[in-house]
């Protein structure tokens, strides 16, 4: 039998005896089964494992974050802005591990007429550089502005401004910019920056989802994280809006056309990542028995545990000094 998270989700373990039993369940299959894309699977959900009991370094790591808020407080004093951050949930990224498969063998196949290899169905889930993710969310309050101004337009023009200085802020303190790995650059990022950033204000995702992305090496810990950039009304499309709703049934209507186009026993590695992330998409959030953890139905959630949407590891909120009326 194929292991699955939806399996350990309801014996009352914690989030890290589920990552324990979970990954080393997983692993032991691999193994028995020479089965690659399973063991990447495995070592994968071992990284989050390692954030989760091993995170002394993260205070160390969000202070040299913190002193961006600095620079953004001394620069844009008129802007409000928030400064978050996160461990990613253990059930966002069991979803992006079997989507992530799902997606490239589908797209890899509809291109070539062929099935990619397993090292580079491995190379998909080693692209999963959001374990840990520091969201910068800006906005211009309303009497900061005069009339006949486009608030849209001015946000865009000091979002991108933010983006282009922090490449160079955060090198400077030990963290390395890596590559996005697309070919599709940035119109409005500046050009010494393009090949980091990933660009979905200008191209949204279907869902509408809008964002600027980028990754670091964190050279002191060894750890990869991701930074995003967005406006207040961007941030209430991914969390509030249709990015976050309205996109569960097309969801099920894209992965069910994938299905077809891929026929079950055609491709083992698609039929596992597709048979998981479906049934993730069948879980009854009420009935989970995880410590800290609580749900009256999928959408009313307390979780105390990073299990289905993150663990905070910097919530900040600054107010410039103009919202907190010291003026």
């Known amino acids: 039998m194929m292991n699955m998270l939806n399996d350990y989700l309801y014996k009352g373990d914690t989030v890290v005896k589920i990552l324990h ?12 089964n020479n089965n690659g894309v399973d063991l990447a699977h495995s070592n994968c959900l071992l990284q989050m494992l390692g954030l989760l009991e091993h995170n002394d370094f993260l205070t160390g790591q969000s202070q040299k974050i913190r002193e961006f808020y600095k620079y953004m407080a001394d620069k844009y004093p008129f802007l409000a802005f928030t400064f978050k ?31 990619p290899s397993e090292v580079q169905i491995k190379n998909q889930i080693g692209r999963i550089k959001d374990l840990i993710a520091y969201r910068i969310v800006i906005s211009l309050p309303q009497c900061h502005m005069k009339p006949g101004d486009d608030r849209g337009e001015l946000e865009l023009g000091y979002l991108y401004e933010i983006a282009d200085a922090l490449p160079d802020f955060l090198e400077e ?33 279907q869902y509408g989802y809008q964002s600027l992305h980028i990754s670091f090496f964190d050279n002191i810990s060894r750890s990869n994280i991701e930074v995003q950039i967005r406006t207040k009304e961007m941030d209430d499309t991914a969390e509030i809006g249709p990015a976050n709703h309205l996109g569960y049934e ?3 209507e894209k992965e069910r056309a994938r299905r077809e186009k891929i026929p079950r026993g055609e491709n083992p590695y698609f039929d596992d990542a597709y048979d998981r992330g479906m049934r993730l998409q069948e879980i009854d959030l009420s009935r989970i028995n995880v410590n800290m953890f609580g749900a009256i139905d999928n959408t009313l959630i307390n ?10 590891i910097l919530p900040y909120e600054h107010l410039s000094r103009f919202q907190n009326d010291l003026i």
Do not use: M, W
């Open 21 to 32: 039993n979970y990954s080393d369940d997983l692993k032991k299959s691999a193994i028995c």
């Open 85 to 115: 951050g996160r461990i990613k949930s253990l059930i966002r990224l069991e979803e992006k591990i079997n989507g992530n498969i799902v997606e490239y063998i589908y797209n890899y196949h509809c291109e070539t007429g062929e099935y």
């Open 173 to 205: 303190r030990g963290f390395e910019p890596e590559e996005s790995g697309i070919d599709d650059r940035s119109e409005r990022i500046e050009d010494r920056f393009k090949t980091y950033y990933r660009d979905y204000i200008e191209k949204p995702n």
């Open 303 to 312: 979780d105390g545990c990073g299990l289905y949407r993150g663990r905070l």
């Open 250 to 252: 097309k969801r099920q």
